[in-house]
T-cell receptor, first 114, second 111 residues
Framework: SAVISQKPSRDICQRGTSLTIQCQVD?????MFWYRQQPGQSLTLIAT?????????ESGFVIDKFPISRPNLTFSTLTVSNMSPEDSSIYLC???????????FGPGTRLLVL | DAKTTQPNSMESNEEEPVHLPCNHS???????IHWYRQLPSQGPEYVIH???SNVNNRMASLAIAEDRKSSTLILHRATLRDAAVYYC????????????FGAGTTVTVRA
């Protein structure tokens, strides 16, 4: 199994600013992902965080808006850039190991943009 | 990604079984059927998965139709802690391990 923590757990930000969310896994995982969950909605995959290389973004998400880093097998960051109220969401990271079917999720970061 | 269809909501009484259906008529031969649930104010957690045969674990059972076009998640004795959104997800076993979440089924458990 893997335990995933995120920091911060919540934040209130002003429009036009940026916020970096950290995701820490307690063991090495092969894959890490970032999701967004808008109020009352399901989860939408933002990108796959690739260790040591550029993240792979899903349709509708771009690196300039959501830059992602993954310097090693246990840590990743997601930055929400130039925020607007529409970015108010819960951002979740997840991790999994090749060959295992389970993906583990962090508790999420609740972001409110004013 | 192949799509799944689930009812929006279901209600159950505590200590009674809950049967959550999922239709996936366009499932491919390499798609695994996964179930995750999201408790209030938490990230999703893995429940169970299967390919062709029925599966049991400590949390639930997964019954898969012979043609694999539908499946049912069974919670044998619902507790208040089982109140959550349950997601049925198809994941390509030969692919990139990404999960594509649908709307899920909101399960309410009455005491």
């Amino acid at each position: 199994s893997a335990v995933i923590s995120q920091k911060p757990s919540r934040d209130i930000c002003q429009r036009g600013t940026s916020l970096t969310i950290q995701c820490q896994v307690d063991s090495q995982v092969t894959m890490m992902f970032w999701y967004r969950q808008q109020p009352g909605q399901s989860l939408t995959l933002i990108a796959t965080a690739n260790q040591g290389s550029e993240a792979t973004y899903e349709s509708g998400f771009v690196i300039d808006k959501f830059p992602i880093s993954r310097p090693n097998l246990t840590f990743s960051t997601l930055t929400v850039s130039n925020m607007s109220p529409e970015d108010s969401s819960i951002y979740l990271c997840s991790g999994g190991k090749t060959g295992l079917e389970t993906q583990y999720f962090g508790p999420g970061t609740r972001l409110l943009v004013l | 990604d192949a799509k799944t269809t689930q009812p929006n909501s279901m209600e159950s009484n505590e200590e009674e079984p809950v049967h959550l259906p999922c239709n996936h008529s366009t499932i491919s031969g390499t798609d695994y059927i996964h179930w995750y649930r999201q408790l209030p104010s938490q990230g999703p957690e893995y429940v169970i998965h299967g390919l062709t045969s029925n599966v049991n674990n400590r949390m639930a059972s997964l019954a898969i139709a012979e043609d694999r076009k539908s499946s049912t998640l069974i919670l044998h004795r619902a507790t208040l802690r089982d109140a959550a959104v349950y997601y049925c997800i198809l994941r390509d076993g030969s692919g990139d391990y990404k999960l594509s979440f649908g709307a899920g089924t909101t399960v309410t458990v009455r005491a």
